[in-house]
C-alpha cells in the first residue's frame, strides 16, 4: 500500500491478539516490522510463522527494558523508525472502586498509561527524522465511564489526552498521532475480562457478555483485524491528514454503563 511499502514500524504487544493482527496487516502492506511481547512462547511462534519479523522480549512497563529493546531496534532498522503502535495493555482488576487493590491499579496505569510514555520518549527522536505516525490504544472506555472498571477506564482517558497533545507537539514535525477506541473486541483477553466482571458482580457469563455488546447499535463485538486495518489506513498516505483524533472502530457504543 503506498505510503507503507518498505516502512519500519515498531508494535508492542505485538505477538497477539490486536499487535499480532496489524503486525500481519502491515507486512502484507509492505512494511518491516518489529514486535515486542513480555510472552516468549507467543513470540516464538510469530517469528516460526513469519520469519522475517523482528523480535525482541520486552516488559514495556520497564523503562531499562524499552531502552535495551530500542538499542536492538536501532540495529534492525539502521537507526530509522517510520510508524509506532503503543498496543500494551492489561484489563486491570474489575470491582467497585472501594474493593481495588492499590498495587493493582497502579499496575493497570503502569502498562496501559506508563508503557506509551517510556516507548514514546524512545521512538519519537527517531521518527523525527524523516516523519511518520504513531498510533496509541485506548478504547470505549476512553471516551465513556466504564463500571466496575475504574483503573482501565481511567488509564485509558488518559491515552486520549495523550494522543491529543502528542499531535500538538509533533505536527510540526510531520508526525501525526491519533489514538485508536476499540470496542469490545473477541478473544482471550475480553474472556478473561468478562470472566472477572461475572465474579465481581455475580452474573453469568452469558448476561455479562451480553451487556457488553447491547450498548452499540451494532450490537456485536468487533475481531482484532477490523482495528488494524483502521491502523493500516491512518498509516498510509490515505490517512496522511488525519491527526489528533480519538479513532472508535466499535459499532456504535453509546454507552458502557450496563452494571
Request: net charge negative; with cysteine.
Amino acid at each position: 500500500m503506498k505510503g507503507i511499502i518498505n516502512k519500519k514500524v515498531l508494535i508492542t504487544a505485538g505477538a497477539t491478539g490486536i499487535g499480532k493482527a496489524t503486525a500481519i496487516a502491515l507486512m502484507n502492506a509492505g512494511a518491516q516490522v518489529h514486535v515486542c511481547d513480555i510472552n516468549t512462547d507467543a513470540l516464538a511462534s510469530f517469528k516460526q510463522e513469519y520469519p522475517l519479523v523482528y523480535t525482541s522480549v520486552t516488559n514495556v512497563a520497564k523503562p531499562d527494558e524499552v531502552a535495551a529493546m530500542f538499542a536492538q531496534l536501532k540495529q534492525d532498522f539502521d537507526g530509522k523508525l517510520d510508524f509506532l503502535v503503543n498496543n500494551a495493555g492489561v484489563s486491570g482488576p474489575a470491582g467497585p472502586i472501594e474493593t481495588l487493590d492499590i498495587e493493582a491499579w497502579k499496575a493497570t496505569f503502569d502498562v496501559n498509561l506508563h508503557a506509551t510514555f517510556y516507548v514514546s520518549k524512545h521512538a519519537i527522536p527517531l521518527i523525527k527524522q524523516h516523519g511518520g505516525a504513531i498510533m496509541n490504544l485506548s478504547f470505549t472506555a476512553g471516551l465513556f465511564g466504564y463500571p466496575m472498571r475504574s483503573p482501565y477506564a481511567s488509564a485509558k482517558w488518559a491515552i486520549v489526552g495523550l494522543s491529543k497533545t502528542m499531535a500538538m507537539e509533533l505536527g510540526p514535525f510531520n508526525i501525526r498521532v491519533n489514538c485508536i477506541c476499540p470496542g469490545a473486541v473477541n478473544g482471550e483477553r475480553m474472556d478473561r475480562v468478562i470472566s472477572s466482571i461475572a465474579d465481581a458482580t455475580g452474573e453469568s457469563l452469558q448476561k455479562v457478555r451480553q451487556d457488553n455488546v447491547k450498548s452499540t447499535s451494532m450490537a456485536t463485538f468487533v475481531d482484532a483485524e477490523d482495528i488494524a486495518n483502521m491502523i493500516v489506513f491512518s498509516f498510509s498516505d490515505l490517512g496522511e491528514k488525519i491527526s489528533g483524533q480519538s479513532l472508535t472502530v466499535d459499532g456504535d457504543t453509546h454507552s458502557l454503563a450496563t452494571y
